[in-house]
């Protein structure tokens, strides 16, 4: 959201005439440029979608291997022009100032676009000069690194305001002077030089055009074009009106439907503020009618939203970025992130459901059903099993398809797509096209859900597509969003002449041009969005090329160290504190960015020299929950603000409602640190269901406790006994290591032999400790997880793990880690060439114990007891009717 968005937002909900115009243009811009000036804007942005499926397919190889040809751009070239498009496209969307205009382009604009894209092109004109300098940067370079850094930044505020460009500009300050005397001692580092540090954030893959930027160009483009695309074909009005035709008629039915809807959207939304925005839009007026009050209506958006962008497989298209930076599979990460989110809306539900008891409303009027029970009960059994049959002939069709004929399975794929969507099209064709209901209207009939799912149900088609790819197929995030959004223009293209043909009326020619401009708006309003997210990974290169050239992520440990004072769960909060804040006023991916880039190694340094040893993962989704958590946390809460323009609330009262709502949230990253089954991590399928199933039951209870309603008020000690059983429920363990340690304490010496006598595949888990690298005087310890090799004796298996450990002395030394194996960044703490050798100072053996779910029992029988008391008190229905 630009600066000047922002402010006129701000301005017009203080003088209670909210301006959702400013909340809409956040995504693609304040301007809205007429004339050659927009025709080229939108052609711009038309060619970026274009170029990006282009460089995703197979089209570059085909093209250099017919015609002779390099069509071909590497990864280096394709971000540098990812940046080009983002920049140029920034500076003539989005006005530098305040009264700047807003439907045409200024002079100094396309001057600023100009430079912008220059800069980007400078590094491919001359990348064969530039690779042979080898970090000897000529003067031209200073001087176009310098400028384009410049014109970064003019574009980081124009698209993100200040709070991205402030905290970019403290990385920089701290590179050119984090080494002057009057800096604190603690985070002083040598200092670099300009030639250094514009080589380093403009020259090469460290800084702007480093991982981030890598990731955006190739899989996040895509994923947004695909959400673009579904958006405009009328995903988003479908998605809508078939929660408040599934959930309307319940207590509080409009704000339940909004969590559904902003859940159905958050899978392929890339903003929450986008997110509150199309579904708010129609869904908190609704709210207000039924009887939430306009802060808590805004509320319900807001958390909605907000968890939309934790919701698989996009995220805010952060999963991509999370599987980069922690070397873990997509897929694997979709799997991590799926329970938490799903727990997540389940308890938002609940919540709406207890806050419509407290206010004792009612569901809107559902529309009345010739048909009975039974025979509701036989259609969805009906369409239940056709959907599993023909998932069954799709799977094994295709897997013989594969087998037999493997050349043939992409035809055989769009074969069978054809098929599926022609069936699906007539079906819809039955049925008027869904409209966009005015929310603001007197009188509003629920939609029966029946009718409004068969209206749309090829919409469902692409993103079966998108998770066959990634999850059966197994193809990259990047070909399987492509392919996705091919099977998206295809509807896009054919769905109005296809209803038509069906609906037997011949209008090939209108309906075809119909498509033609869903496709074209589509395809621009993509890359309108990819705007701010291209230049937020850019920025966001700076703070990883910042932390990679200075260390001071190492600062950060030690600062948040020396205010815990060691201890592990205020360490954790220091962390979600520190990552709220830096993640307000933020997109999701820049957002993720920063708050990973300091925060994650904080947990993984300092949480295992206090002996948690946590998986990356579990470290990544931490601070990403409670960065995004930020979109609804006063005093920036931007996606609170956005809902407040919409309902008419007060927004800084809307972000505390919200942030109430999202307390359970919060508590979900704290139980997967110490609970990482809720991950699916290393469990079973049926354990998966069983964690699932317990999980959710806990976090309704958490809910019921944090709302002070259950089945009827909760007293102050129902609430207490509320929360300790849900603690028990979601972490058995902790009461379980209070009479039973988990683990057997054996000396170092012993470690070779216990490595030997270890299982296959069973990891070693050893505490290490030696002299501190930057204080040899001081001794420091870390606790590690080591897998070790499969064969051989001890040592071999240790070595197999990257460690090379020695018996001298009576004790077990280490060697410092070669480069490249697991433990050499985590244990460059260490100095092992001091007086005092690094050794393995323990090893901890898992010990024997009784299943730690015995502890469900009593926490079962407390909240029987709770159960029964609040019963006697119980005036309503706690679950069910309307």
């Given at each position: 959201?630009?600066?000047?968005?922002?402010?006129?937002?701000?301005?017009?909900?203080?003088?209670?005439?909210?301006?959702?115009?400013?909340?809409?243009?956040?995504?693609?811009?304040?301007?809205?440029?007429?004339?050659?000036?927009?025709?080229?804007?939108?052609?711009?942005?038309?060619?970026?979608?274009?170029?990006?499926?282009?460089?995703?397919?197979?089209?570059?190889?085909?093209?250099?291997?017919?015609?002779?040809?390099?069509?071909?751009?590497?990864?280096?070239?394709?971000?540098?022009?990812?940046?080009?498009?983002?920049?140029?496209?920034?500076?003539?969307?989005?006005?530098?100032?305040?009264?700047?205009?807003?439907?045409?382009?200024?002079?100094?604009?396309?001057?600023?676009?100009?430079?912008?894209?220059?800069?980007?092109?400078?590094?491919?004109?001359?990348?064969?000069?530039?690779?042979?300098?080898?970090?000897?940067?000529?003067?031209?370079?200073?001087?176009?690194?310098?400028?384009?850094?410049?014109?970064?930044?003019?574009?980081?505020?124009?698209?993100?305001?200040?709070?991205?460009?402030?905290?970019?500009?403290?990385?920089?300050?701290?590179?050119?002077?984090?080494?002057?005397?009057?800096?604190?001692?603690?985070?002083?580092?040598?200092?670099?030089?300009?030639?250094?540090?514009?080589?380093?954030?403009?020259?090469?893959?460290?800084?702007?055009?480093?991982?981030?930027?890598?990731?955006?160009?190739?899989?996040?483009?895509?994923?947004?074009?695909?959400?673009?695309?579904?958006?405009?074909?009328?995903?988003?009005?479908?998605?809508?009106?078939?929660?408040?035709?599934?959930?309307?008629?319940?207590?509080?039915?409009?704000?339940?439907?909004?969590?559904?809807?902003?859940?159905?959207?958050?899978?392929?939304?890339?903003?929450?503020?986008?997110?509150?925005?199309?579904?708010?839009?129609?869904?908190?007026?609704?709210?207000?009618?039924?009887?939430?009050?306009?802060?808590?209506?805004?509320?319900?958006?807001?958390?909605?939203?907000?968890?939309?962008?934790?919701?698989?497989?996009?995220?805010?298209?952060?999963?991509?970025?999370?599987?980069?930076?922690?070397?873990?599979?997509?897929?694997?990460?979709?799997?991590?992130?799926?329970?938490?989110?799903?727990?997540?809306?389940?308890?938002?539900?609940?919540?709406?459901?207890?806050?419509?008891?407290?206010?004792?409303?009612?569901?809107?009027?559902?529309?009345?059903?010739?048909?009975?029970?039974?025979?509701?009960?036989?259609?969805?059994?009906?369409?239940?099993?056709?959907?599993?049959?023909?998932?069954?002939?799709?799977?094994?069709?295709?897997?013989?398809?594969?087998?037999?004929?493997?050349?043939?399975?992409?035809?055989?794929?769009?074969?069978?797509?054809?098929?599926?969507?022609?069936?699906?099209?007539?079906?819809?064709?039955?049925?008027?096209?869904?409209?966009?209901?005015?929310?603001?209207?007197?009188?509003?009939?629920?939609?029966?859900?029946?009718?409004?799912?068969?209206?749309?149900?090829?919409?469902?088609?692409?993103?079966?597509?998108?998770?066959?790819?990634?999850?059966?197929?197994?193809?990259?995030?990047?070909?399987?969003?492509?392919?996705?959004?091919?099977?998206?223009?295809?509807?896009?293209?054919?769905?109005?002449?296809?209803?038509?043909?069906?609906?037997?009326?011949?209008?090939?020619?209108?309906?075809?041009?119909?498509?033609?401009?869903?496709?074209?708006?589509?395809?621009?309003?993509?890359?309108?969005?990819?705007?701010?997210?291209?230049?937020?990974?850019?920025?966001?290169?700076?703070?990883?090329?910042?932390?990679?050239?200075?260390?001071?992520?190492?600062?950060?440990?030690?600062?948040?160290?020396?205010?815990?004072?060691?201890?592990?769960?205020?360490?954790?909060?220091?962390?979600?504190?520190?990552?709220?804040?830096?993640?307000?006023?933020?997109?999701?991916?820049?957002?993720?960015?920063?708050?990973?880039?300091?925060?994650?190694?904080?947990?993984?340094?300092?949480?295992?020299?206090?002996?948690?040893?946590?998986?990356?993962?579990?470290?990544?989704?931490?601070?990403?929950?409670?960065?995004?958590?930020?979109?609804?946390?006063?005093?920036?809460?931007?996606?609170?603000?956005?809902?407040?323009?919409?309902?008419?609330?007060?927004?800084?009262?809307?972000?505390?409602?919200?942030?109430?709502?999202?307390?359970?949230?919060?508590?979900?990253?704290?139980?997967?640190?110490?609970?990482?089954?809720?991950?699916?991590?290393?469990?079973?399928?049926?354990?998966?269901?069983?964690?699932?199933?317990?999980?959710?039951?806990?976090?309704?209870?958490?809910?019921?406790?944090?709302?002070g309603y259950f089945m009827a008020k909760?007293?102050?000690?129902?609430?207490?006994?509320?929360?300790?059983?849900?603690?028990?429920?979601?972490?058995?363990?902790?009461?379980?290591?209070?009479?039973?340690?988990?683990?057997?304490?054996?000396?170092?010496?012993?470690?070779?032999?216990?490595?030997?006598?270890?299982?296959?595949?069973?990891?070693?888990?050893?505490?290490?400790?030696?002299?501190?690298?930057?204080?040899?005087?001081?001794?420091?310890?870390?606790?590690?997880?080591?897998?070790?090799?499969?064969?051989?004796?001890?040592?071999?298996?240790?070595?197999?793990?990257?460690?090379?450990?020695?018996?001298?002395?009576?004790?077990?030394?280490?060697?410092?880690?070669?480069?490249?194996?697991?433990?050499?960044?985590?244990?460059?703490?260490?100095?092992?060439?001091?007086d005092e050798p690094v050794k393995v100072?323990?090893v901890d053996i898992p010990a024997e114990?009784?299943?730690?779910?015995?502890?469900?029992?009593?926490?079962?029988?407390?909240?029987?007891?709770?159960?029964?008391?609040?019963?006697?008190?119980?005036?309503?229905?706690?679950?069910?009717?309307?």
């Amino acid at each position: 959201m630009s600066t000047q968005d922002e402010r006129s937002a701000v301005e017009a909900i203080d003088h209670s005439q909210p301006d959702l115009a400013a909340f809409e243009a956040a995504d693609s811009g304040g301007r809205k440029a007429t004339g050659v000036a927009g025709t080229v804007v939108v052609v711009m942005a038309f060619i970026w979608s274009l170029f990006q499926l282009y460089i995703s397919s197979s089209v570059p190889y085909w093209v250099t291997e017919n015609f002779g040809f390099n069509a071909v751009f590497n990864s280096s070239e394709s971000r540098v022009i990812h940046l080009a498009f983002a920049m140029a496209l920034t500076m003539l969307s989005y006005p530098l100032f305040k009264n700047s205009p807003k439907d045409r382009v200024p002079v100094y604009d396309w001057v600023l676009a100009a430079i912008g894209a220059s800069t980007c092109f400078y590094l491919i004109f001359f990348k064969l000069d530039i690779a042979t300098r080898a970090g000897l940067p000529t003067t031209a370079d200073l001087i176009m690194s310098a400028v384009g850094l410049i014109a970064l930044a003019i574009a980081v505020y124009r698209a993100l305001g200040l709070p991205m460009l402030i905290v970019a500009g403290v990385f920089v300050f701290y590179v050119f002077f984090g080494h002057l005397s009057w800096m604190p001692e603690a985070v002083q580092w040598k200092g670099a030089s300009f030639g250094k540090a514009m080589w380093h954030y403009w020259m090469q893959g460290e800084g702007v055009f480093g991982v981030a930027l890598s990731v955006s160009a190739s899989m996040i483009f895509l994923f947004v074009l695909f959400g673009a695309l579904l958006e405009r074909a009328g995903a988003g009005n479908y998605f809508i009106k078939l929660a408040f035709g599934l959930l309307g008629h319940l207590r509080g039915g409009p704000a339940k439907a909004a969590v559904i809807a902003s859940a159905l959207s958050g899978i392929y939304s890339g903003s929450s503020i986008a997110n509150v925005v199309t579904t708010g839009t129609f869904t908190i007026p609704l709210m207000k009618r039924t009887g939430f009050s306009a802060e808590k209506a805004g509320a319900v958006e807001v958390a909605s939203s907000t968890n939309g962008q934790l919701t698989p497989p996009v995220m805010g298209a952060a999963a991509f970025l999370i599987s980069e930076f922690t070397g873990i599979s997509y897929p694997e990460i979709i799997k991590h992130a799926m329970l938490p989110a799903l727990i997540s809306y389940i308890a938002l539900v609940y919540i709406v459901h207890l806050e419509a008891l407290k206010l004792n409303l009612r569901g809107m009027e559902r529309p009345p059903s010739h048909l009975n029970a039974m025979q509701k009960m036989i259609g969805f059994l009906f369409g239940f099993i056709s959907f599993m049959l023909m998932g069954a002939i799709v799977y094994w069709g295709l897997g013989w398809i594969k087998v037999a004929y493997p050349g043939m399975t992409i035809w055989g794929a769009a074969g069978i797509f054809l098929v599926v969507y022609l069936v699906l099209i007539a079906l819809a064709a039955k049925r008027p096209d869904l409209e966009v209901d005015d929310p603001n209207a007197e009188l509003i009939t629920l939609p029966k859900p029946g009718e409004v799912a068969m209206t749309g149900l090829y919409f469902v088609l692409p993103i079966i597509v998108l998770l066959w790819c990634i999850l059966i197929e197994r193809l990259s995030p990047s070909l399987s969003a492509f392919w996705a959004s091919v099977a998206m223009i295809f509807v896009v293209l054919t769905q109005h002449m296809l209803k038509s043909f069906f609906r037997g009326k011949i209008a090939i020619v209108s309906d075809l041009w119909l498509g033609l401009c869903d496709f074209w708006e589509g395809m621009v309003s993509g890359a309108r969005s990819m705007m701010p997210i291209g230049v937020a990974t850019a920025v966001a290169g700076i703070i990883i090329g910042t932390v990679s050239l200075t260390g001071a992520h190492q600062v950060v440990g030690e600062f948040v160290e020396f205010l815990s004072g060691g201890n592990l769960i205020l360490m954790l909060f220091l962390v979600a504190v520190m990552s709220l804040i830096l993640g307000m006023g933020l997109p999701t991916t820049a957002n993720y960015i920063v708050v990973s880039s300091l925060m994650a190694p904080v947990i993984v340094t300092v949480g295992a020299q206090s002996g948690l040893v946590v998986p990356l993962v579990a470290v990544h989704m931490f601070v990403f929950y409670f960065g995004i958590l930020a979109d609804d946390t006063p005093p920036v809460g931007l996606a609170a603000f956005a809902a407040s323009a919409i309902s008419g609330g007060d927004p800084i009262k809307t972000g505390l409602q919200g942030f109430a709502y999202d307390i359970r949230t919060a508590l979900l990253p704290f139980l997967f640190i110490f609970n990482t089954e809720l991950l699916l991590i290393d469990v079973t399928w049926y354990k998966a269901i069983f964690v699932f199933i317990v999980g959710t039951v806990a976090m309704l209870l958490f809910a019921a406790a944090t709302q002070g309603y259950f089945m009827a008020k909760s007293r102050i000690w129902e609430t207490v006994a509320l929360v300790l059983i849900a603690f028990t429920l979601f972490r058995p363990g902790y009461w379980l290591d209070q009479v039973d340690p988990p683990y057997l304490e054996k000396d170092g010496t012993q470690v070779v032999q216990l490595a030997e006598a270890n299982g296959v595949g069973k990891p070693l888990r050893m505490e290490i400790t030696g002299p501190d690298f930057d204080d040899v005087d001081k001794m420091t310890q870390i606790t590690i997880m080591a897998n070790l090799g499969a064969e051989g004796d001890g040592l071999a298996k240790l070595s197999g793990a990257g460690l090379t450990v020695m018996e001298e002395d009576g004790i077990a030394k280490l060697d410092e880690p070669m480069a490249g194996t697991p433990f050499f960044n985590t244990l460059q703490m260490f100095d092992f060439y001091a007086d005092e050798p690094v050794k393995v100072n323990r090893v901890d053996i898992p010990a024997e114990r009784i299943a730690k779910e015995v502890f469900y029992f009593p926490a079962l029988l407390l909240l029987a007891l709770v159960v029964f008391f609040q019963r006697r008190r119980q005036t309503q229905p706690a679950f069910w009717g309307k």
